[in-house]
T-cell receptor, first 113, second 115 residues
Framework: GNSVTQMEGPVTLSEEAFLTINCTYT??????LFWYVQYPGEGLQLLLK?????DKGSNKGFEATYRKETTSFHLEKGSVQVSDSAVYFC????????????FGAGTRLAVHP | EAGVAQSPRYKIIEKRQSVAFWCNPI?????LYWYQQILGQGPKLLIQ????????DSQLPKDRFSAERLKGVDSTLKIQPAKLEDSAVYLC?????????????FGPGTRLTVL
């Protein structure tokens, strides 16, 4: 079945630094891919998604490109802010339909001024 | 548009006690999900409803967990009796259509501590 592997955290950066959080997956076919973000004390929010190969999802300065050749969906941001401190989850649907998502373990990002 | 509502936000109980969580999904969303998120891990799906029917409950520990979705809208998740390892955040999510890949919208969660 489908699975996802995410780089371990925590990731600690200074404000305005470049961010990359790696995510790789195994899947049957070409499912949609998602990045969710969880701010302290809150539930998950969809950050961005890509629905087919070579698509680029973007939101709030974050980007991720669906790369079927490397089965990756790495999250990037050119200049992080303190307010980006959160836990980031890569996700994709489990095989078998019915929109069941499987999440990576999450990567905690801490941005310092 | 109102988001997914959950209550309570926090709950502390002793082992072997029972507890219930409530979720109100976004209006018009046919699909409702309950996830368990243990500290340091990603959410794990416990049960998925399509309207008021169960689509998937393969990861639900049915000896102690139960869930229902009243009239295809609100849902409650119950644990009876609770164990120490049930300490986690319980997240409710909803989506418009659970058949196709569709954005899931999450509530703030209920943090359960079992002592």
């Amino acid at each position: 079945g489908n699975s996802v592997t995410q780089m371990e955290g925590p990731v600690t950066l200074s404000e305005e630094a470049f961010l990359t959080i790696n995510c790789t997956y195994t899947a049957t076919g070409y499912p949609s891919l998602f990045w969710y973000v969880q701010y302290p004390g809150e539930g998950l929010q969809l950050l961005l998604k890509a629905t087919k190969a070579d698509d680029k999802g973007s939101n709030k300065g974050f980007e991720a490109t669906y790369r079927k050749e490397t089965t990756s969906f790495h999250l990037e941001k050119g200049s992080v802010q303190v307010s980006d401190s959160a836990v980031y989850f890569c996700a994709l649907p489990l095989s078998g339909g019915y929109n069941k998502l499987i999440f990576g373990a999450g990567t905690r990002l801490a941005v310092h001024p | 548009e109102a988001g997914v509502a959950q209550s309570p936000r926090y709950k502390i109980i002793e082992k072997r006690q029972s507890v219930a969580f409530w979720c109100n999904p976004i209006s018009g969303h046919a699909t409702l999900y309950w996830y368990q998120q243990i500290l340091g891990q990603g959410p794990k799906l416990l049960i998925q409803f399509q309207n008021n029917g169960v689509v998937d409950d393969s990861q639900l520990p049915k000896d102690r967990f139960s869930a229902e979705r009243l009239k295809g809208v609100d849902s409650t998740l119950k644990i009876q009796p609770a164990k120490l390892e049930d300490s986690a955040v319980y997240l409710c999510a909803s989506s418009l259509d659970g058949v196709h890949t569709d954005t899931q919208y999450f509530g703030p969660g209920t943090r359960l501590t079992v002592l």
